[in-house]
């Protein structure tokens, strides 16, 4: 009886031991969730809406990432993302050393916890604490770098310096689960950014190079030289020489103060890359060009940089596309990737000036009427038909239900053939018979549509693969004098863009002139807030 009244205390005093252990594990459990610090052995965070609000709430520069970071952890079931067995992933420290190298991606940049985040990758060598602070200070740290590098500044801002492409949709959810996949992406990934930001982003660490060789020498004029040629002797050509050698147009300089055959092609590539006339003379206006100092130069690109996260991968990965260049005044088709064709183009000139954005041309129309807008009809044609009552019919116009139209022929300023993309801009790619102004340097002339020098050759590349409209076909129709529609069996897309900076796919890099006068204004929204 003793022994059984003995096994009933122990099991009484065991029950109670494991009760009161059971009480203080569900009190620890509760203190951990308050103080949002988990057991070591565990060593990750569970995140939720509210400690996010708090997280805010202290971090108030952190605000404008509250959606994102909400939508981040519930595409991710609110679970930990950086912080695993008391280390930071390896993807943290890649992403935290991009972050402190933003210089290299054209951006000035600071986080604006630094501090914070610097305090946790020294820690490195001992145990990261595994606290909700830590892991949101390194998700909005990706955040921060993603908006900057991948999205550029708030579309609404975009508009507002005439830039109308598509949206570029970018979900942060997405993008890391990319990245995380394959964190070498960081580096250089086309499907995640435009590939000319690459190229332009290559071309940026030469020319900071160049500024910090001290290679960027100003070059003297003789006071009494206009211009330089072939075969004149100066000491401005012997600096130009040194100049085209900096800038990868000469493959050495040879010091010679001699204009020779060796300069004349240096000259002749500076010219093509640049959008001058292909001629060997090198007068003052390009000298004060190359004098252009090298800090605006790495400006340049860095805003056409900020110009190319704008855009969509996917924008230039159709089978084939159109791509106008406007301060370059050229148009290029890309069929498969390869460029097809190469085109001079007018584009609207500073009172009316073409509006950057894309569309899919849907037809052409060949030996096409002018419908002449009726800004143009009332303030040059009404004017010219009160001094010439013939004015009309001896420039093959006629009036059509009121409004005033060109018809066909040789005097038409459509050419032979437009391309049609439907906008409310009433824009679209066109031939001229003004064919002598392609020669100009200076080519904003149009009221915002597209003038196309190689507009019929255009036109058979589009068609090259369809049956119905074989060669003798399309030159009937441009030549016969009457109005022809083509329908495409495929949408074409065509795609307006502003660089005044490009490099093609040899890594040469081109400076246009700022036309609309756009690059100083964007550097301003740029770089107005720098920390953020």
Known sequence: MKNFTLSILLLLFSFSNAHAYQTKSKTAA??????????????????????????????????????????????????????????????????????????????????????????????????????????????????FYAKKVYKGIDSDKIKEIGW?????????????????????????????????????????????????????????????????????????????????????????DSKSDVYDEELIKGVLNYKKRNGYNQDPVVNFSQINRMNVPIAQYIKTIMVNMERCRWIAPELTKAPEYIIVNIPSYKLFYKRDG??????????????????????????????????????????????????????????DMEWNNGNVRQKPGPKNPLGKVKFIFPNSNDIYLHGTPSKDLFDSEYRAYSHGCINVNKSEELAFLILKNDPDWPAERIRSAMDGGKETTCFLKNKLPVHMGYFTSWVNDAGEVSFFHDIYERDDRLAELLYSDEVK
């Open 30 to 143: 509760s203190k951990t969730t308050v103080a949002t610090k988990i057991p070591s052995s565990r060593n990750t965070v569970k995140i939720d809406n509210v400690i996010i609000y708090k997280f805010l709430t202290q971090y108030p520069k952190l605000k404008t990432y509250r959606n994102d970071l909400l939508s981040l952890y519930k595409n991710r079931s609110y679970t930990s993302i950086w912080l695993k067995g008391g280390r930071v992933i390896e993807f943290a420290d890649l992403l935290y050393s991009k972050t402190t190298e933003l210089e290299q991606e054209g951006l000035n940049s600071k986080f604006a916890y630094k501090d914070k985040v610097d305090n946790i990758f020294s820690q490195q060598l001992k145990r990261i604490p595994a606290t909700t602070n830590n892991e949101l200070f390194l998700s909005s740290m990706y955040i």
């Open 338 to 395: 390869k460029t097809e064709l190469e085109s001079n183009v007018f584009v609207g000139g500073t009172m009316n000036e073409t509006v950057i954005f894309s569309g899919d041309i849907k037809y052409l129309v060949f030996s096409p009427y002018w419908n002449v807008p009726s800004s143009i009809v009332q303030s040059e044609i009404k004017t010219a038909m009160q001094t010439d009552k013939n004015y009309l019919s001896s420039n």
């Open 164 to 252: 109308f492409l598509p949206q570029k949709n970018l979900s942060y959810s997405s993008l890391l689960t990319t990245l995380l996949d394959d964190p070498q992406a960081l580096d250089k990934d086309e499907k995640l950014l435009f590939d000319q930001y690459y190229k332009l982003r290559d071309v940026l660490q030469k020319y900071r190079e160049i500024e910090r060789n001290g290679t960027w020498n100003f070059i003297k004029r003789d006071s009494l030289i206009r211009e330089y040629k072939p075969g004149d002797t100066a000491k401005t050509i012997g600096q130009i020489r040194q100049r085209l050698a900096v800038t990868g147009d000469l493959l050495q």
